[in-house]
């Protein structure tokens, strides 16, 4: 059993080396890089890039935006998804042509999906023109702050059928029998959710939240093939300022923002985890 064991390292080394050469070695040279001035000689000057860069506008405002995105797209998705995934469970065999309509534009390339989301958000598109039915002005969605709107529907259309794929393989660990039960005892669909299903899934709720918390930050594209590089300030997020600032060859703003953010995530993380193990504990 030991030789087999020993064995593994050979198929893992590979994969560990990568790892090591193209993520661990970078990840730890940036931070040596974000403490330095930036000059030929590489001077040390510790936390000054940090401060100048908190202190900095545009930041402010990439980093206000991006959490605000986040923690606005974040419970849409995981709601969704769960509710979705519990609708699906009960189609039983006949659900897996749904799962696999959700799972679609998670498979398509986002600029496909950004030319139909332009479409239909334009101002003679599909949204206006039922607005006007509706007795309702024409709202600019893509020249305005109102871009946030199509943006977080956008990010929830797109990552929503993965998250319920997940959910839905966490469900098919779950007996029926307490269903059953449940439901002799009086507990509506509301009520079984709150103290069956969601109990017995914990594990795979929280790395469902986890994950569209992370997919979340990712909205940059979206809003870059759309308001560009410098959009208007409501959708100016830190991915904007960092890929402004890595065009402009200032490195060391964009290893402390990259760096910042890491932090902020982590200690996030961590909170979640803790309040996750607290939670368990006290049950």
């Known amino acids: 059993m030991f030789v087999k ?9 590979p994969g560990l080396a990568g790892l ?3 993520h661990l070695v970078p990840f730890i040279g940036g931070i040596y890089f974000s403490l330095t001035d930036g000059t030929i000689n590489n001077n040390l000057v510790w936390f000054e890039n940090y401060k100048r860069l908190w202190a900095n506008q545009a930041f402010q405002q990439g980093l206000k935006n991006s959490l605000e995105l986040s923690l606005m797209s974040t419970p849409i998705i995981f709601l969704f998804s769960f509710i979705l995934a519990v609708m699906l469970k009960s189609l039983r065999e006949r659900s897996l042509p749904y799962r696999n309509i959700l799972l679609m534009p998670y498979l398509v390339p986002s600029s496909a999906l950004l030319i139909i989301w332009m479409v239909i958000f334009d101002y003679g598109g599909i949204v ?3 607005l006007v039915g509706l007795g309702l002005e024409r709202v600019m969605w893509l020249e305005s702050g109102a871009l946030r709107v199509p943006i977080i529907l956008l990010y929830v259309w797109k990552n929503v059928g ?3 794929v997940i959910f839905s393989a966490a469900l098919q660990s779950v007996p029926d029998e307490y269903y059953e039960f449940a439901m002799l005892e009086g507990a509506g669909p ?3 959710a709150r103290s069956i299903t969601l109990p017995l899934i914990l594990p795979t709720a929280f790395l469902v939240f986890v994950l569209a918390w992370v997919n979340a930050f990712k909205i940059f594209k979206e809003v870059y093939f759309i308001g560009g590089a410098y959009p208007r300030d409501e959708v100016y997020t830190l991915q904007h300022f960092m890929n402004n600032r890595f065009s402009k060859l200032e490195y060391q703003d964009v290893t402390a923002a990259a760096y910042s953010f890491a932090l902020i995530v982590l200690v996030f993380f961590a909170l979640l985890y803790l309040s996750r193990g607290v939670r368990g504990d006290d049950r």
């Open 5 to 13: 064991k020993k064995s593994l390292w050979l198929f893992l080394l």
């Open 128 to 130: 206006n023109r039922l």
């Open 190 to 192: 509301i009520r079984q």
């Open 20 to 22: 090591m050469v193209f």
């Open 162 to 164: 993965f998250s319920v």
